[in-house]
């Protein structure tokens, strides 16, 4: 059995040296690939904080993906039509600038993730998934109806937006940046599962009524830990944006939840690299098996039903051989 | 001239509302019995329209292919359940949902693979269309007064089960109590089954009902599940009487709300601008009343307890 230290170190190094390796053997669409690994791991390392250090099992993260989606697209689309956004009372100019998209992104996420958290905490076990997925519906309706951003269409942007210092459009800058705010968040996650904080939510998942006793409100941390996850994840889903240029309904769609989902459990719930590794399996799968057969999806459930149903802890559950927290 | 039409859109969203209570009731079944959520309620649901167009293809009756859909469905709902979810009624939640989930995968796409992408069709018979005029002289289709009809038989049907026969005493039991029942000398594993069967049963013959007015195609089971999951999440998990409650509320909800709110809007917005945020809020009207509910009643409206 290998240490779990061990084979997160590994599967960070075999992150960089891939698209490292790509860039001298003239292979971009690795690097497309490699990038858009990190950006749904960054994705599922969101919803990693809330299912699993805070054991809420969220259907509906694909909400926060595509509201950080929808402000990379509709501060960019004011920006390349030279349209000012209008809220009646003030103005607020369109921007190219991926810090600025980024604040906004996370922002807005976090104030959706408080307002769906607030109304789904209320609830828990088989009622907070049915909520939260419902919730996720919500928006993705509403990004259908809603006509001034392209509704079912989605909207395209032209170019990629900038960050100061670097050229966003060459692909491995790109993807030095993706990397840089996935390592960020890992590093949160990890600081926060040794935190007081951190523990408390532990104790909160395990046994609200001790949390309690001790006279801390689990409600309240568990809010917290589900703003937390919904920003990261709606950060992720402005540098999806940024990485395929479009944004549609679809990053608000049920069946991105449940891919975030399954990438942790892949990977293996509550650990601190399952929705990396999680996320390069599902990446290589869906580029190999979708290589072979258009159906591969049929491939990717039986996997699914056959970890689901006779692994406990995901693959790094299999290499340390030892089970991770139950959710 | 607007009585017409306020009564015409009440029937289309009480059409509405017992196609999903056919939904809900087995959901909320499985869940109450089994305490297993079932995400692929949705595609059997789907293997009901499929089944119910290619035998209407095949044969030309529409009973036929109503008898097909409710027998496929139940044998599919049948024996996933013993080769699949009889293994997941300890599981957490969690891996129930994933294990639903890989199958919604695996029925989707197994379901393109043999009938291709494109949607087919299934006609409504020709003695059940065509309008019919109601007292007060409304002409409506003859159709959806046959499955707002059949909604409601259902309804009664799986009262009377639960309530009358010694499988619903069993059904409630095993609500209760399942050691009790099984000690009691009832063989569980097959009433599970049995449950299990009912209610896709139930989604079958929606997803053929339903699959004459629209197209039937894969995928056509998920909206209609989230939306029959914002029912139960109303009524009450576990309650049938709330899944019918829940069903209507959000049937007429929904379809009320598409036709009126961009008019209402009209009266004080200019008609563009009233037509987009009307029907914005449309879209979002069931689950803000799913969210109100909830605020008043975190357990729903007829459920004993999250």
Same mark, same amino acid.
């Given at each position: 059995?290998?240490?779990?230290?061990?084979?997160?170190?590994?599967?960070?190094?075999? !992150? =960089? &040296?891939?698209?490292?390796? @790509?860039?001298? +053997?003239?292979? *971009?669409?690795?690097?497309? $690939?490699? /990038?858009?690994? #990190?950006?749904?791991?960054?994705?599922?390392?969101?919803?990693?904080?809330?299912?699993?250090?805070?054991?809420?099992?969220?259907?509906?993260?694909?909400?926060?993906?595509?509201?950080?989606?929808?402000?990379?697209?509709?501060?960019?689309?004011?920006?390349?039509?030279?349209?000012?956004?209008?809220?009646?009372?003030?103005?607020?100019?369109?921007?190219?600038?991926?810090?600025?998209?980024? !604040? =906004? &992104?996370?922002?807005?996420? @976090?104030?959706? +993730?408080?307002? *769906?958290?607030?109304?789904? $905490?209320? /609830?828990?076990? #088989?009622?907070?998934?049915?909520?939260?997925?419902?919730?996720?519906?919500?928006?993705?309706?509403?990004?259908?109806?809603?006509?001034?951003?392209?509704?079912?269409?989605?909207?395209?942007?032209?170019?990629?937006?900038?960050?100061?210092?670097?050229?966003?459009?060459?692909?491995?800058?790109?993807?030095?940046?993706?990397?840089?705010?996935?390592?960020?968040?890992?590093?949160?996650?990890?600081?926060?599962?040794?935190?007081?904080?951190?523990?408390?939510?532990?104790?909160?998942?395990?046994?609200?009524?001790?949390?309690?006793? #001790?006279?801390?409100?689990?409600?309240?941390?568990?809010?917290?830990?589900?703003?937390?996850?919904?920003?990261?994840?709606?950060?992720?889903?402005?540098?999806?944006?940024?990485?395929?240029?479009?944004?549609?309904?679809?990053?608000?769609?049920?069946?991105?939840?449940?891919?975030?989902?399954?990438?942790?459990?892949?990977?293996?719930?509550?650990?601190?690299?399952?929705?990396?590794?999680?996320?390069?399996?599902?990446?290589?799968?869906?580029?190999?098996?979708?290589?072979?057969?258009?159906?591969?999806?049929?491939?990717?459930?039986?996997?699914?039903?056959?970890?689901?149903?006779?692994?406990?802890?995901?693959?790094?559950?299999?290499?340390?051989?030892?089970?991770?927290?139950?959710? | 001239?607007?009585?017409?039409?306020?009564?015409?859109?009440?029937?289309?969203?009480?059409?509405?509302?017992?196609?999903?209570?056919?939904?809900?009731?087995?959901?909320?079944?499985?869940?109450?019995?089994?305490?297993?959520?079932?995400?692929?309620?949705?595609?059997?649901?789907?293997?009901?329209?499929?089944?119910?167009?290619?035998?209407?293809?095949?044969?030309?009756?529409?009973?036929?292919?109503?008898?097909?859909?409710?027998?496929?469905?139940?044998?599919?709902?049948?024996?996933?359940?013993?080769?699949?979810?009889?293994?997941?009624?300890?599981?957490?939640?969690?891996?129930?949902?994933?294990?639903?989930?890989?199958?919604?995968?695996?029925?989707?796409?197994?379901?393109?693979?043999?009938?291709?992408?494109?949607?087919?069709?299934?006609?409504?018979?020709?003695?059940?269309?065509?309008?019919?005029?109601?007292?007060?002289?409304?002409?409506?289709?003859?159709?959806?007064?046959?499955?707002?009809?059949?909604?409601?038989?259902?309804?009664?049907?799986?009262?009377?089960?639960?309530?009358?026969?010694?499988?619903?005493?069993?059904?409630?039991?095993?609500?209760?109590?399942?050691?009790?029942?099984?000690?009691?000398?009832?063989?569980?594993?097959?009433?599970?089954?049995?449950?299990?069967?009912?209610?896709?049963?139930?989604?079958?013959?929606?997803?053929?009902?339903?699959?004459?007015?629209?197209?039937?195609?894969?995928?056509?089971?998920?909206?209609?599940?989230?939306?029959?999951?914002?029912?139960?999440?109303?009524?009450?998990?576990?309650?049938?009487?709330?899944?019918?409650?829940?069903?209507?509320?959000?049937?007429?909800?929904?379809?009320?709300?598409?036709?009126?709110?961009?008019?209402?809007?009209?009266?004080?917005?200019?008609?563009?601008?009233?037509?987009?945020?009307?029907?914005?809020?449309?879209?979002?009207?069931?689950?803000?009343?799913?969210?109100?509910?909830?605020?008043?009643?975190?357990?729903?409206?007829?459920?004993?307890?999250?």
């Amino acid at each position: 059995m290998i240490r779990e230290g061990v084979i997160n170190w590994a599967i960070l190094l075999g !992150l =960089v &040296a891939l698209p490292l390796w @790509a860039v001298f +053997a003239d292979e *971009i669409f690795t690097i497309t $690939l490699t /990038t858009r690994v #990190v950006i749904l791991a960054l994705a599922a390392v969101g919803l990693n904080i809330a299912l699993g250090i805070g054991g809420m099992v969220s259907f509906g993260h694909a909400a926060f993906f595509g509201l950080g989606g929808y402000a990379m697209g509709i501060l960019a689309y004011h920006a390349q039509t030279y349209a000012a956004l209008d809220f009646g009372i003030v103005e607020i100019e369109g921007t190219k600038s991926m810090p600025v998209i980024w !604040l =906004v &992104a996370t922002a807005i996420s @976090a104030l959706a +993730a408080w307002l *769906i958290g607030l109304l789904s $905490l209320r /609830t828990t076990g #088989v009622y907070f998934i049915m909520i939260t997925l419902a919730f996720g519906q919500m928006f993705y309706y509403f990004a259908i109806s809603w006509g001034a951003y392209g509704g079912e269409d989605g909207l395209s942007i032209y170019v990629r937006n900038g960050f100061p210092g670097l050229n966003t459009l060459v692909p491995i800058q790109f993807f030095g940046l993706c990397f840089v705010a996935l390592c960020v968040a890992l590093i949160l996650q990890w600081r926060l599962r040794g935190s007081s904080f951190g523990l408390t939510l532990n104790a909160a998942r395990q046994t609200p009524e001790r949390v309690e006793t #001790v006279g801390l409100n689990p409600m309240k941390l568990k809010l917290l830990a589900f703003v937390i996850s919904g920003a990261i994840t709606g950060l992720a889903g402005a540098l999806f944006a940024d990485l395929n240029r479009f944004v549609s309904p679809a990053m608000f769609s049920w069946q991105l939840s449940g891919e975030l989902i399954i990438l942790i459990i892949i990977g293996g719930v509550g650990r601190l690299m399952g929705p990396v590794i999680g996320a390069m399996i599902f990446v290589a799968l869906e580029h190999w098996l979708g290589g072979l057969t258009d159906f591969w999806h049929v491939y990717l459930g039986a996997i699914l039903l056959f970890i689901v149903l006779f692994s406990r802890g995901g693959v790094i559950g299999f290499l340390t051989g030892k089970e991770g927290p139950h959710v | 001239m607007l009585t017409l039409l306020i009564i015409e859109q009440v029937l289309n969203g009480l059409q509405f509302g017992v196609m999903l209570f056919l939904m809900a009731a087995g959901l909320t079944l499985i869940f109450g019995v089994m305490g297993l959520i079932n995400l692929a309620h949705g595609s059997l649901y789907m293997v009901g329209a499929f089944a119910a167009a290619w035998v209407a293809g095949a044969t030309g009756s529409f009973l036929l292919a109503l008898i097909a859909a409710l027998a496929a469905a139940a044998a599919a709902g049948a024996l996933v359940e013993v080769l699949v979810i009889r293994r997941l009624y300890k599981a957490a939640h969690l891996d129930q949902v994933l294990a639903t989930f890989a199958l919604i995968l695996i029925f989707s796409e197994g379901t393109r693979w043999i009938f291709g992408s494109f949607p087919l069709f299934l006609d409504v018979p020709s003695y059940l269309s065509g309008p019919i005029t109601l007292p007060g002289g409304i002409a409506y289709p003859l159709y959806r007064l046959v499955l707002i009809g059949i909604g409601i038989a259902v309804a009664l049907g799986l009262w009377w089960l639960t309530a009358r026969t010694r499988l619903g005493i069993q059904i409630r039991a095993g609500e209760n109590d399942r050691e009790m029942i099984a000690a009691l000398g009832v063989d569980i594993s097959r009433l599970y089954t049995l449950v299990f069967a009912l209610g896709a049963a139930l989604a079958g013959l929606a997803g053929a009902l339903v699959g004459a007015i629209q197209s039937v195609q894969v995928g056509m089971g998920e909206p209609v599940l989230i939306l029959a999951f914002v029912v139960i999440v109303i009524g009450g998990i576990g309650s049938i009487r709330g899944a019918f409650v829940g069903a209507m509320l959000v049937g007429l909800t929904d379809t009320l709300g598409g036709v009126f709110l961009p008019e209402l809007f009209k009266l004080f917005m200019e008609s563009g601008a009233a037509t987009q945020t009307g029907s914005s809020l449309a879209s979002m009207s069931v689950y803000i009343l799913m969210s109100i509910v909830l605020i008043w009643r975190p357990s729903g409206l007829f459920g004993v307890r999250a």
